[in-house]
């Protein structure tokens, strides 16, 4: 099983920005704890704060050599057809992931353009968000 976790825009800040939304610990940190946890998933992490970035990197995992993507594209997710568009032209399933629970913040982050075209969203759960996303693949 090989599955990439995709971070978009700010979330290179984690452990930093706002910790009391996102928490204190940073992605890096978390990210070594799921490979502790899924020694049997080989797991990659990839993270940008570019658009186009975001799109070229599910092209590049959308075919072949992914049994699935785990996305939390940041504020993208509000804006951006682009991604929606580049999750709906792929094979490789799409998990959208959230820290935060969207729907209790701002009213611009309850829309999703991804949300349509994801296998299914997860939200609110601060990191354990992705463990979630990891175990989704493997039932």
């Known amino acids: 099983m090989k599955i990439i976790i995709i971070n978009g825009p700010n979330l290179n800040l984690l452990g930093k920005r706002e910790p009391e939304i996102y928490g204190s610990s940073s992605f890096e940190d978390y990210f070594t704890e799921l490979q502790f946890k899924f020694k049997e998933v080989q797991l990659e992490y990839f993270q940008t704060n570019v658009e186009g970035e975001i799109i070229n990197k599910l092209h590049d995992c959308g075919f072949e050599g992914y049994n699935g993507i785990i996305l ?29 629970n969207t729907f209790s913040r ?34």
């Open 106 to 139: 701002e009213d611009f982050r309850h829309v999703s353009y991804l949300s349509p075209v994801a296998k299914g969203v997860i939200l609110g759960f601060g990191l354990e968000s992705y463990k979630l996303a990891v175990q989704s693949f493997l039932s």
């Open 72 to 100: 939390n594209a940041g504020a993208y997710t509000h804006t951006s057809i682009a991604i929606g568009d580049a999750i709906k032209g792929i094979k490789t399933p799409v998990v959208e992931v959230h820290i935060s």
